[in-house]
């Protein structure tokens, strides 16, 4: 059965350290890697990761995808507030074509305190 | 652009009641999908349409649910009779035609008493 787990599932740090997210899976028919933030609502979409290796980065948050150990990390740097939310990873399963559907992760809950 | 819309936002029915949520996805989008997330558990996939099209209904859980989306716009999702064990956050994503990202909306909270 496929599967997404996320480590650690819960997190608390303090305003400014840096944090690695980790997700491995087992999904056959793998098409991409998804992170996402939720807070309050909807998930809201951070990176999509296709090929290994290749970081992909927006401000403080990065993500690279390894193929070869079949799982990602999510860097945040200088942690702020705002970072609070819960972490999702998803991978994208399916053939060539449209029949694709997310398979998630529990989810990782950071917490960052002033 | 406006994003993904679902309503209601929360829902409190009582077992055996029938409740119907509604996803109006980003406009021209012509992929839209239903997942549900159970206290504890991961986000769940229940379908997928392309257009008016169910594409894959793998996920859904039983003959209870029905999902529809007649012209190919919004979508709803219908439990009838629920069960105490529907009860979870219902989210409805959407995406273009280019398979580009998949943009959620807020869920919408079901819980069957």
């Known amino acids: 059965e496929d599967k997404v787990v996320q480590s650690p599932l819960s997190l608390v740090v303090h305003e400014g350290d840096t944090v690695t997210l980790n997700c491995s899976y087992e999904?056959?028919?793998?098409?991409?890697l998804l992170w996402y933030k939720q807070e309050k609502k909807a998930p809201t979409f951070l990176f999509m990761l296709?090929?290994s290796g290749i970081e992909k980065k927006s401000g403080r948050l990065s993500s690279i995808l390894d193929k070869k150990e079949l799982s990602s990390i999510l860097n945040i740097t200088a942690t702020q507030t705002g970072d609070s939310a819960i972490y999702l990873c998803?991978?994208?399963?399916?053939?060539?074509?449209?029949?694709?559907?997310?398979?998630w992760g529990l989810g990782t809950s950071l917490a960052v305190n002033p | 652009e406006a994003g993904v819309t679902q309503f209601p936002s929360h829902s409190v029915i009582e077992k055996g009641q029938t409740v119907t949520l509604r996803c109006d996805p980003i406009s021209g989008h012509d992929n839209l999908y239903w997942y549900r997330r159970v206290m504890g558990k991961e986000i769940k996939f229940l379908l997928h349409?392309?257009?008016?099209?169910?594409?894959?209904e793998s996920g859904m859980p039983n003959n209870r649910f029905l999902a529809e989306r007649t012209g190919g716009t919004y979508s709803t999702l219908k439990v009838q009779p629920a069960e105490l064990e529907d009860s979870g956050v219902y989210f409805c994503?959407?995406?273009?035609?280019?398979?580009?990202?998949?943009?959620f909306g807020s869920g919408t909270r079901l819980t069957v008493v």
């Open positions: 296709t090929s």
């Open positions: 994503a959407s995406r273009g035609r280019y398979l580009d990202g998949y943009t």
């Open positions: 349409f392309v257009k008016e099209s169910k594409q894959d």
């Open positions: 998803a991978v994208e399963a399916g053939n060539a074509g449209n029949n694709r559907k997310l398979i």
């Open positions: 999904v056959t028919n793998f098409r991409s």
